[in-house]
């Protein structure tokens, strides 16, 4: 059942994007199924390098920031009493009950020169000139933050929930103050939260093509916009497959160095 | 005797239930002191009190005659061995041992020695690189001491220490504990359920009920001299009897049941009107005869043999009164008659005076 389950939703869909990653293009767009390896080798372009790049570095800064914003949110959600808890959770969740493009819309109002940042800023008397604050690299990161941030959270919240209060205590009662209990208890063995919530803020952060367009204005191409493109502007669509893969097998590698660094870490 | 820790007036709620009422304490530097009572008795409240991991809502604490009744438990000079040990999973046995030191921020050289020597002392030398998952419960228990005793606190406490060990264990710790406390020369407060836990390891304890403290002495005071009905039951005193005191003589006491003859007990430690005691002999006290009364106990009542239970080197006897109270009665195996008790048979329980205690209400 799991496996056909499988097979059905994810293997197949999975091997027509194979298959068209490695046909060719029509000559008015659609796939001709000639095999060749031409789209691939287009990716070797020093170009499209640094879109990959690019797109790395912005999902890693945005799995930073959720960790960094998400750890002090988590710890408070997980040793808060189970009303609270509950409370703090719905609160997480109710942005997911909108549509997520709405809520990205929602930004550029706050952010945009004449938006509800910018009046406020200078109703305030702090700025005399609005801020450009829409289409930037930290619109784009702030709106990945915003919109993967409950990723992090919850996974950390269960991770710290396992850690006993008992473990705590034992820290305080052997001189530790609250930060070095924080940084020398609960952080290193929140790390299986911070292992999951990583995962699950970076791969979508990595191909991410709605925030970077509406944010970031489109003027830094980034490997899901470029995607977006190929398929629906180009219509590459063998190209489009090809770079999917692309990006697939980045993560994939990427994966691999990181969970190869913890696990040698951990056998010291 | 110098006092160490002082509780004065202490009273610590947890929503509705009072956990400690206006309890008053003083232990001596030194000390192995315990604290005895039944789960939910406030015992473990008492020991985060000192440690300062709760605040008491009124009355304060001393220690050596400091107050430090709102520092926080890193600015104590007391540490806790709590009931499962909290070891930090992701830390080895020596950097366990030397977390405290290392907050303290003392010189990694000096850590790297302190460390070493605390093994020693508690027998764990080669299992410094090992991870608390890799070690058994007895060593999980000396690694938990060895890291609270590392930082010489003035006073270590104790929540429930032999609790988790199986019975073998339990016996060989208790011997530990006694040496460990010899060889550091600091306060240890002890937090137990077992009675005679408490009567082997303390050199004082306090018997504590309803977040009361009944009383406190010497175990043999305790054992000896309860104060209260509470108190000698908790201690082992099982078989009780209430009664009337009819006449009072020599601190001996003659106390009237309507269903038994008169008995002759020692009078109440303090003051013996005449009134309502309960009667309390202790099981391994009591004379079981299937003859009638022999010379030499002077107090003699009736009963049924109810069951009987074979311990090794013991049996207990099981007695069903007049009254429809059980009794128990232990008899060493060598005491026993040639010719076993049946069940259901009619025997006499007999004891000395000396042997019994009257326990105002």
Not at chain 1, 118 to 136: A, D, K, R, V, W
Not at chain 2, 49 to 61: M, N, R
Request: charged share 15%; hydrophobic share 45%; net charge positive.
């Amino acid at each position: 059942m799991a496996s056909l389950f499988l097979g059905l939703c994810f293997l197949a869909p999975l091997l027509l994007v194979l298959g068209v990653s490695v046909a060719s293009r029509g000559l008015y767009g659609g796939v001709e199924w000639i095999g060749t390896l031409e789209n691939y080798r287009r990716m070797a372009d020093p170009l499209i390098g640094a879109i990959f790049l690019r797109s790395i570095l912005f999902a890693g800064l945005t799995t930073g920031v959720c960790a960094v914003v998400g750890f002090p949110l988590a710890y408070c959600m997980a040793r808060a009493s189970h009303r609270w808890q509950w409370l703090l959770l719905t609160l997480v969740m109710i942005p997911f009950w909108t549509n997520f493009l709405v809520r990205t819309y929602a930004w550029i109002l706050i952010l945009r020169a004449d938006g509800v940042l910018n009046s406020t800023l200078m109703q305030l008397g702090i700025q005399s000139e609005p801020l450009t604050l829409l289409f930037t690299d930290a619109a784009v990161c702030v709106g990945l933050v915003y919109g993967y941030l409950p990723f992090m959270v919850l996974p950390l919240v269960v991770a710290i929930e396992r850690i006993s209060p008992q473990l705590e205590e034992a820290a305080r009662d052997l001189y530790a103050t609250t930060g070095s209990m924080i940084r020398h208890i609960v952080l290193p063995l929140s790390k299986p939260g911070f292992l999951a919530g990583g995962a699950l803020v970076f791969i979508p952060s990595v191909g991410a093509f709605i925030t970077p367009y509406l944010l970031g204005g489109g003027k830094q191409m980034m490997v899901g916009t470029l995607i977006q493109q190929e398929f629906l502007v180009s219509r590459d669509w063998p190209f489009g497959s090809a770079l999917s893969f692309g990006l697939m097998g980045t993560v994939l590698l990427l994966w691999f160095l990181v969970s190869r660094t913890l696990s040698r870490r951990e056998a010291q | 005797m110098t006092t160490t820790v002082e509780l004065k007036n202490v009273v610590k709620t947890h929503g509705v239930v009072t956990a400690v009422d206006r309890v008053s304490l003083k232990i001596g530097r030194g000390e192995f002191f315990s604290i005895l009572g039944p789960s939910g008795s406030g015992k473990t409240t008492i020991l985060r009190l000192i440690a300062g991991l709760d605040v008491p809502d009124q009355g304060d604490i001393f220690i050596q005659e400091r107050v430090v009744t709102s520092d926080p438990p890193h600015a104590r000079p007391v540490n806790m061995v709590s009931q499962h040990y909290a070891l930090f999973p992701h830390m080895t046995v020596f950097e366990n041992v030397a977390f405290g030191l290392k907050m303290r921020r003392k010189r990694p050289r000096d850590i790297q020695q302190a460390v070493k020597q605390m093994l020693a002392m508690v027998r764990l030398e080669g299992k410094a690189p090992r991870f608390p998952g890799q070690l058994s419960g007895g060593e999980q228990q000396r690694v938990a001491l060895a890291r609270a005793l590392v930082n010489h606190p003035v006073v270590l406490l104790l929540d429930e220490p032999l609790a988790a060990l199986d019975q073998r264990l339990r016996q060989e710790m208790q011997g530990e504990l006694k040496r460990l406390q010899q060889e550091v020369k600091a306060t240890f407060i002890c937090v137990t359920h077992q009675q005679d836990e408490a009567l082997m390891l303390s050199d004082r304890l306090a018997v504590m009920h309803g977040g009361k403290i009944l009383q406190v002495g010497t175990p043999q005071e305790i054992y000896e001299q309860p104060e209260s009905t509470t108190v000698a039951k908790f201690i082992g005193l099982s078989n009780s009897l209430s009664g009337t005191i009819t006449r009072i003589e020599d601190g001996l006491c003659w106390v009237k049941h309507e269903a038994f003859p008169q008995v002759v007990v020692k009078c109440p430690p303090h003051g013996s009107e005449q009134g309502p005691v309960t009667v309390m002999i202790r099981p391994e006290r009591l004379h079981v005869s299937g003859e009638p009364p022999a010379k030499g106990y002077e107090n003699t009542i009736p009963a049924i043999l109810h069951q009987t239970v074979f311990n090794g080197n013991e049996i207990f006897y099981h007695l069903r009164l007049r009254n429809e109270a059980i009794w128990i009665a232990r008899v060493p195996i060598d005491e026993t008659h040639t010719r076993p008790l049946a069940i259901g048979q009619a025997v006499y329980l007999q004891w000395s005076p000396s042997e019994g205690l009257a326990l105002s209400h």
